[in-house]
């Protein structure tokens, strides 16, 4: 029998991408990642990685032992889950990643409320870049993702990952309230704030006004949307807020655009019946 220890390095090894990235993950070096691989390459009796550049990629026989592996880890994890509910109380660690609105808007309640509710039970954040999360996911560095889609940019599915609808955020408009404009075609020649290129909200923004016909004149980029609020409350430029992301001000008007993005929350398969991660999912959709 194939050593399991020796196949979850596998495993890590096809997420993660590198023997360096595993070695940082486990907290082992990167020789004794690769010492492990070559014994199991010896017990498989076949070859189980080959150069790729400067690095290595898996085998057809590598890839089919990680599909295996997966399953075996599912199981595992469902075998956490049912000795979990087997307690009388919540206790351990669960570990979250999260985008920052969801973090201010939802994730620190859901925690202040679990703290009164399972005081033995502790919740980890990490404030994680959107393409990182379902890799860091399945690679068991969180238990929980949440993210967010804009219109256009559907989720993508993932083996192994059960992905549902958190809540639908509003997409609202913007705009200084010493300017006079009614509507998104008004702002034809004024500056704007944007996240920054490449990421899906900036997508949807630039698409939005090209719709409206005009290119928009981006004059701030910045992912921080505390900041966007700051500098349309300034009269420096129009931007597009999430509902959840805009702080009331004197010195912006709000407008509807009819769209908005979707807050999704993802765990893998097999800890769904996670009784600590229930409790998450319970706390955080009552909010």
């Known amino acids: 029998m194939y050593d399991l220890h020796r196949l979850r390095l596998l495993r890590e090894l096809s997420h993660r991408g590198t023997l360096a990235a595993v070695a940082d993950a486990l907290g082992y070096?990167?020789?004794?990642?690769?010492?492990?691989?070559?014994?199991?390459?010896?017990?498989?009796?076949?070859?189980?990685?080959?150069?790729?550049g400067r690095g290595v990629r898996l085998t057809p026989a590598a890839r089919t032992l990680v599909v295996r592996?997966?399953?075996?880890?599912?199981?595992?994890?469902?075998?956490?889950?049912?000795?979990?509910?087997?307690?009388?109380?919540?206790?351990?660690?669960?570990?979250?990643?999260?985008?920052?609105?969801?973090?201010?808007?939802?994730?620190?309640?859901?925690?202040a409320r679990l703290q009164r509710n399972h005081p033995r039970l502790t919740v980890e954040f990490t404030h994680l870049e959107a393409e990182a999360t379902v890799p860091a996911l399945l690679a068991r560095d969180f238990d929980l993702v949440l993210s967010e889609q804009y219109p256009g940019n559907p989720p993508v599915p993932h083996p192994g990952v059960m992905m549902s609808t958190l809540a639908e955020d509003p997409l609202l408009l913007a705009i200084p309230t010493a300017w006079d404009a009614k509507s998104l075609k008004d702002l034809a020649e004024a500056p704007w704030v944007m996240e920054p290129p490449h990421t899906a909200p900036r997508t949807w923004t630039a698409a939005a006004c090209r719709a409206a016909g005009f290119e928009p004149d981006v004059r701030f980029e910045t992912a921080d949307l505390s900041l966007h609020t700051a500098i349309v409350s300034k009269g420096l430029a129009a931007a597009f807020l999430p509902m959840l992301a805009q702080n009331p001000s004197p010195h912006m008007r709000l407008l509807p655009t009819g769209e908005h993005r979707t807050i999704t929350l993802a765990i893998r398969a097999g800890s769904d019946s996670n009784p600590a991660l229930q409790a998450f999912t319970t706390t955080i959709r009552s909010l």
């Open 29 to 52: 070096s990167p020789s004794a990642v690769s010492r492990q691989l070559g014994i199991l390459e010896r017990e498989v009796g076949m070859s189980l990685l080959e150069p790729a």
């Open 69 to 111: 592996t997966e399953r075996i880890v599912r199981e595992l994890e469902q075998a956490e889950a049912e000795i979990a509910g087997m307690r009388t109380d919540l206790v351990g660690v669960i570990r979250v990643a999260t985008f920052q609105t969801a973090a201010h808007g939802l994730v620190l309640d859901t925690i």
